[in-house]
């Protein structure tokens, strides 16, 4: 049964060159989209005409897309896609699993948090993937999971006493280790390639809209490129009158340095991840009990759809 889904905001962007995408994305606007946004100003000089609506969390975008609401989705939909049976397909990988777990001092090494209680980002997610795969590897057992979208409000509940441990992406580590690195521990963590946040539709319809589909990648293939040479171009490009350039001013100065931090820390693939993140992500959606079956009985062509990265 399909999950009712409830629409937080809706903003269409209209030209007169290509048919029109409705994307699906599973959190507001925030300084984490904000590369995603330009590459959208990008698509729409090149003809590209969209609208975009903000799902309260990944499971509502992976269903809006799956009952053909949405035309393209953000998330890793491995399970909804092998349970489903639904030609859904990744085209383009947007991060990677980056992410880092961050304890009040209670906590020093991931050992110490087996039996005891985590602030996640939302159930079938990235972080609770990494949560199934820490405790896979160190045979420990978390307990009561609880889940709040958005890394910031996960700093926001840290820091009120709402939660004593969590994992956040790599600008908000930095920031509270930066600000309350005398009341919090960030815990030795192993290397992730998997992906934390995908864009994915119905190759059907990809099939059918075949040339949107190529504007639409390679605007993002052109940021992703541009900005691991000069991470300043999202905050110098930004469209002060679209959904990025109306945050407040104090998530605008710090583009620069959550995109330096990124490309650094290696969030993104210039290549969009192809058969490389396809690869990682089987074998890190197996292990952390999101798909059936091991790296000898699971298949690219399952899971993604490689023609429009080849494309381009």
Do not use: C
Not at 279 to 293: H, T, V
């Amino acid at each position: 049964m399909l999950v009712a889904v409830f629409m937080f905001t809706t903003v269409t962007v209209s030209s007169s060159y290509a048919k029109s995408i409705r994307i699906a994305l599973a959190e507001p606007p925030s300084d984490e989209l904000a590369a995603f946004f330009l590459a959208l100003d990008r698509a729409k000089a090149n003809g590209l005409d969209y609208e975009w609506t903000a799902f309260s969390d990944e499971e509502l975008a992976i269903q809006s897309v799956l009952s053909g609401q949405m035309d393209i989705g953000f998330g890793t939909p491995y399970s909804a896609m092998q349970k489903s049976k639904a030609p859904i397909r990744i085209i383009f990988q947007l991060s990677k699993l980056k992410f880092f777990p961050v304890t009040t001092k209670d906590y020093s090494k991931l050992e110490d948090l087996d039996g005891e209680p985590i602030l996640l980002h939302s159930r079938g997610g990235g972080t609770d993937s990494i949560a199934n795969v820490i405790e896979d590897r160190l045979g420990i057992k978390f307990g009561e999971r609880s889940y709040i979208s958005g890394s910031a409000n996960r700093v926001a509940a840290l820091l009120a006493n709402q939660a004593q441990a969590t994992i956040i992406d790599l600008s908000n580590k930095n920031k509270i280790m930066a600000s309350h690195g005398d009341q919090f521990n960030t815990l030795p963590m192993f290397d992730v390639d998997a992906s934390d946040e995908a864009l994915f539709a119905n190759v059907d319809w990809i099939k059918a809209n075949e040339e949107s589909v190529n504007i639409f990648v390679s605007a993002l293939l052109s940021v992703y490129r541009d900005m691991a040479n000069d991470p300043t171009i999202v905050r110098r490009e930004t469209n002060p009158d679209g959904p990025i350039g109306e945050l407040p001013e104090e998530v605008l100065a710090e583009l620069d340095g959550f995109y330096a931090d990124a490309v650094a820390g290696g969030l993104y693939d210039v290549n969009g991840g192809g058969e490389k993140a396809a690869l990682a992500d089987m074998e890190w959606y197996s292990k952390a009990g999101q798909l059936e079956g091991d790296m000898s009985s699971l298949k690219i062509e399952d899971f993604w759809y490689l023609e429009p990265l080849n494309s381009n």
